[in-house]
């Protein structure tokens, strides 16, 4: 795990929370699991998929009877990330407040992160 000890990876609004619980119930899903892969028109997009096994290598978060998986890849990536949920007139949906994002596109679907080096050195100085 790329993290800090005893600092959750990622943290869920009670919103959030509340409708992965929701879903996780309705599908019968062990948890969200999240990740990252290679798409977009910035070069990165989030994947979001509900799971029925729990795979040991994720990074887990559970709060509030919602659990969400981090894939392995990902982690250094959603370190520090907010998940929320949001509704307005035009659209429902999941939102990520990642403070590894350099640049996103206008739609907000598609992310560029931070090198490698500078999320190294973010973490360095977050640990003291």
């Known amino acids: 795990m790329f993290g800090i000890p005893g600092k959750q990876a990622v943290s869920i609004t009670p919103t959030a929370a509340r409708q992965i619980a929701r879903l996780m119930a309705k599908d019968g899903s062990q948890g969200l699991r999240i990740g990252v892969k290679k798409g977009g028109c910035a070069g990165m997009e989030y994947t979001m998929d509900y ?20 894939a392995p890849m990902a982690q250094m990536f959603l370190f520090g990330t907010e998940i929320d949920y949001e509704v307005s007139l035009l659209e429902s949906g999941f939102k990520f407040r990642n403070p590894n994002v350099s640049d996103a596109c206008g739609c907000g679907e598609s992310i560029k992160f931070k090198d490698v080096e500078e999320l190294e050195a973010d973490r360095a100085s977050a640990q003291g």
Do not use: C, L, N, S
């Not at 795979?55 to 998986?69: L, N």
């Open 51 to 70: 799971v029925t096994e729990v795979d040991p290598h994720d990074e887990m978060v559970e709060q509030d009877g919602a659990r969400v998986m981090i």
